[in-house]
């Protein structure tokens, strides 16, 4: 391993650490406040090095540097005896509502270190999309092709609308293939500097496999771009919220078949991270931090989903005691957490060996 893959790891380990250590600081916090006892708040996972005993809690740093955890009091997911469950000042002693604070608590703290980071890498000017979207590949007998359309060329409108990213025009090309099959759509071109006369190409609803509808392969020019603070807070949370959309559109996009437009997204695990860590850190701090934002974000809609092991799991389990007004089996809950968490390793490994995979041209 050469000196800057060291790096890259350190760099990666330390990444995925503070995230995790600001999520589980936000259950910590709340926890506090709302009276609940805190066993331990620790960095990395056993086996332990060296903690210090304060106020009750042990502050810990352990031998896998790989995120943290917080023990809270009566909040044993994974065990079937619950210890202090029922005691003063444990989890379960405390109304379900205090108790969706906390587990909450780390997903908002993830959303509020992305916005901070993510106005920061704007204020600083991060590298990013300039808005530019230029052609990179025009496959041979294309509509492209056939259009002439080269590569280097800008793509500034579709059907009279704007074109800011690859990511609207395929959209926007892909439906219109759909929906009007053997219909034409009008882009405007600039090349070395000059608009082109508007151009025509009929995009193809069933495209060869990896070309798309036009058969170009796009690109989105990136550079240091720097905002004013106000600017800033709001691109923050426009680019959060994109995120959150694209979160949102993932579980479809993954039922989708590969050969669908748009279909069967690539999954990345903690490999493709460290290699996306790696390439990001080269562009500088800015942008580094903005991936970090964009990073912390993903975490929290993770979380959230309502599946056992995670927050939203454990979420779930506490508001169906809150309506219902009677708790269901610790034991119960404890094996579904349980099953959960192992279902959670068990796609970790096979994200994994995909990222394995097309690390080595699999």
Known sequence: MSLNDLRTVVLFLVTLTVI????????????????????????????????????????????????????ILGQED???QQPGAGEAGSFTSKPWWAQAI?????????????????TIALVSGATGPTGDVRVQKV?????????????????????GRSVTSSADLVKYVTRHATQQPDTEVTLELERNGH?????????????????????????????????????AIQQAFALTGQVLAQAAELPAQLLAPRSAPGGGPAVGGPIAILQIT??????????FLKLVGVLSVNLAVLNIIPFPGLDGGRLFFVLVAGIFRRRLSP????????????????????????????????
């Open 331 to 362: 034991q119960l809950e404890a094996a579904v957490h349980a099953v959960g968490f192992v279902l959670l390793l068990a796609l970790l490994v096979v994200v994994s060996i995909a990222d394995i995979r097309r690390v080595v041209g699999g």
């Open 139 to 159: 496959a041979a007998g294309s509509p492209a092709e056939t259009a002439g359309i080269q590569v280097g060329d800008f793509v500034r409108a579709v059907d």
């Open 78 to 80: 994974f065990s079937i």
């Open 20 to 71: 995790i250590a600001v999520h589980e600081f936000g259950h910590y916090l709340t926890a506090r406040l709302l009276g609940m006892k805190v066993l331990e708040f620790a960095f990395g996972f056993p086996p332990r090095l060296w903690a210090i005993r304060h106020a009750g809690i042990d502050y810990s740093i352990n031998a896998i540097p790989f995120g943290g955890f917080v023990r």
């Open 102 to 118: 906390v587990l909450v608590a780390g997903v908002t703290m993830n959303m509020v270190l992305a916005i901070v980071l993510l």
């Open 195 to 231: 608009p082109l006369a508007p151009i025509k190409a009929v995009p193809r609803a069933e495209p060869p496999q990896g070309e798309g509808p036009l058969g170009i392969a796009l690109e989105e020019v990136q550079g240091p771009i720097s905002v004013p603070l106000p600017d």
């Open 278 to 287: 790696g390439q990001v850190a080269q562009y500088g701090v800015a942008t």
